[in-house]
């Protein structure tokens, strides 16, 4: 985190102020943690769990209880990414958690647990009103499937129902068509994996999804990611001090834009999770890499903050055509009052 915070311009934008005045960390904004679940007591994380501590809530869905406390590890790295605020701070360090428990020690789960973590961060009381629901998902998890099955089915209604949902592209490598399920829901933002120059991980999964649709959305830090540890073991691969430790994988990289997203949230609260998704991937980084590996670059915040325009959707695949005149449309939102001009081409990839 000590890199890949400022790699992404996050850094800076603490110093921003949003429209009440207050520093644009995060603040307000609230990131369920669809994992392994949380450690809640690491001091990164807040050490408590309930209203006034920073992970306010969340459930366990291996073991049907209140208490989402991590016994694999790998959420509470992932969450702490996102949020963190302790010896090393997250990208959004002043949100919320929620801690959604869908794997197990073993760090496996099924389908129907993720799909309930899924639909109770949308409703995170249980009482059937969805007005209540968490600003932003971040699932640092998948397994085969497409664009079209129940789990993607779930991310996109929570999309619908006002959640940014952020999907790690997998850990596959270069195959085509790695990226399974949820990275290839529609709505969702499907992130890849790069390190601190700029590279695309060989481990990344790449599009296209089994559909043929552009994936993944865009990249982020995720190799060598240092932050916090579930609990004290010793291993060699502790950074800092033993309450941290180095992971790779687009699962590291995929909290990062679930911080970025946050922080882009809080400087503009009227966004909807399209305008968001579209701010970001606008603005990233080219970082010279295929469609398929790096979607449109790597997430650059500073960028995204005075983004002049928006498009929906946010990218476009013809598929495989048979014919010269097939057609898509595109909408382009102009944010401020100046008169822009464009140039647009399709190509093939």
């Known amino acids: 985190l000590q890199n890949s915070v400022p790699l992404i311009g996050a850094d800076n934008t603490w110093k921003l102020l949003d429209s009440n005045g207050g520093n644009i960390t995060g603040k307000n904004i609230s990131i369920a943690i669809i994992d392994t679940g949380v450690d809640y007591t690491h001091p990164d994380l807040g050490g408590c769990l309930g209203s ?25 790295h992932v969450a702490a990414t996102a949020a963190g605020n302790g010896t090393l701070k997250g990208v959004a360090p002043d949100a919320k958690i929620y801690g959604y428990k869908v794997l197990s020690s073993g760090g496996w789960g099924y389908w129907s647990w993720v799909i309930s973590g899924i639909e109770r961060a949308t409703d995170p009381n249980n009482d059937g009103n969805f007005s209540d629901h968490v600003n932003i998902i971040s699932m640092s998890l998948g397994g085969g499937g497409d664009e079209d099955d129940l789990v993607s089915q779930a991310a996109d209604k929570a999309v619908d129902r006002g ?56 990249t982020a830090p995720g190799v060598s990611i240092c932050a916090a540890q579930w609990d004290s073991w010793l291993d060699s691969r502790h950074c800092y001090d033993a309450k ?29 999770p399209e305008m968001i998704k579209s701010a970001l991937m606008i603005t990233a980084n080219n970082i010279s890499s295929s469609v398929w590996a790096q979607g449109s670059g790597r997430i650059n915040l500073t ?25 898509a449309k595109l909408t382009i939102q102009n944010l401020n009052n100046a008169n822009l001009t464009f140039n647009i081409s399709a190509g093939l990839v």
């Open 244 to 272: 941290h430790i180095s992971i790779s994988g687009t699962s590291m990289a995929t909290p990062h834009v679930s911080g970025a997203a946050a922080l882009l949230l809080q400087a503009n609260s009227s966004f909807k």
């Open 163 to 218: 959640v940014i949902v952020v999907v790690a592209a997998g850990n596959s490598g270069a195959g085509e068509n790695a990226i399974g399920s949820p990275g290839s829901s529609r709505k969702s933002i499907t992130v890849a994996a790069s390190d601190k120059n700029d590279a695309i991980a060989s481990f990344s999964s790449r599009g296209p999804t089994p559909k043929r649709n552009v994936k993944p959305d865009l």
């Open 52 to 76: 006034s501590c920073k992970v306010v809530g969340g459930y366990d869905f291996v073991n049907n209880d209140n208490n989402p406390m991590d016994d694999h590890g790998h959420g509470t």
């Open 303 to 327: 960028r995204a903050l005075s983004t002049s325009i928006l498009t929906y959707p946010q990218s476009i695949s013809f598929g495989q055509i048979s014919s010269s005149n097939t057609t």
